[in-house]
């Protein structure tokens, strides 16, 4: 069964630092992963998706790296705003899970940007 | 420019009382999904339609139904709902079942 981890749980940084939140997954087999933004009291916003075929996407100051091999996807962000405070949470979609195709979530980096 | 709308936004219910969650999507979308997010948990998905006229258990479907009544709407619903299934409800569409998924709101139900 996927299972899905996202370290750290929680972190707080100065407005306009550089930052990376990490993901990783147990099986290798996926189809695609999904980074998605959660403001309090509210839905999921999609941020990136990237095909297991693809490296890496970009979007603005957001950029999501991804290893197959290793498990592992990453989010950077550049030049941190108070407005990018929110939990973000990364999905994956896996071949062999029985519920077709289903997304497995970690269980989010709560992200603090002080001004 | 509405998405993903779900009603209603808050509901208390008494344990055994009956309701449905209901979900709408005006994006033309063929998947739709119900999860649930519970402290600790993380979501989880309940049920999923990958198509009008389809629907499939996901991970956590015990005590609940679905209705997929049109390629728009994805009904969710509890038919004696107890104190476990306090929770907020997602839904979440896509155009096909490994595109993105968009989610709407949230339905925040508390069980007594």
């Known amino acids: 069964k996927q299972e899905v981890t996202q370290i750290p749980a929680a972190l707080s940084v100065p407005e306009g630092e550089n930052l990376v939140l990490n993901c990783s997954f147990t099986?290798?087999?996926?189809?695609?992963l999904q980074w998605f933004r959660q403001d309090p009291g509210k839905g999921l916003t999609s941020l990136l998706l990237?095909?297991?075929?693809?490296r890496e996407q970009t979007s603005g100051r957001l950029n999501a790296s991804l290893d197959k091999s290793s498990g592992r996807s990453t989010l950077y962000i550049a030049a941190s705003q108070p407005g990018d405070s929110a939990t973000y949470l990364c999905?994956?979609?896996?071949?062999?899970?029985?519920?077709?195709?289903?997304?497995?979530f970690g269980g989010g980096t709560r992200l603090m940007v002080k001004p | 420019n509405a998405g993903v709308t779900q009603t209603p936004k808050f509901q208390v219910l008494k344990t055994g009382q009956s309701m449905t969650l209901q979900c709408a999507q005006d994006?033309?979308?063929?998947?739709m999904y119900w999860y649930r997010q519970d402290p600790g948990m993380g979501l989880r998905l309940i049920y999923y339609?990958?198509?009008?006229?389809?629907?499939d258990k996901g991970e956590v479907p015990n005590g609940y139904n679905v209705s997929r009544l049109n390629k728009r709407e994805f009904s969710l619903r509890l038919e004696s709902a107890a104190p476990s299934q306090t929770s907020v409800y997602f839904c979440?569409?896509?155009?096909?079942?490994?595109?993105?998924?968009?989610f709407g709101d949230g339905t925040r139900l508390s069980i007594l």
């Open positions: 999905a994956v979609i896996s071949m062999s899970d029985n519920a077709g195709n289903m997304l497995t």
């Open positions: 339609s990958a198509s009008e006229g389809t629907t």
């Open positions: 994006m033309n979308h063929n998947s």
């Open positions: 990237i095909q297991s075929s693809q």
């Open positions: 979440a569409s896509s155009e096909f079942e490994t595109q993105p998924q968009h």
């Open positions: 099986d290798s087999a996926i189809y695609n």
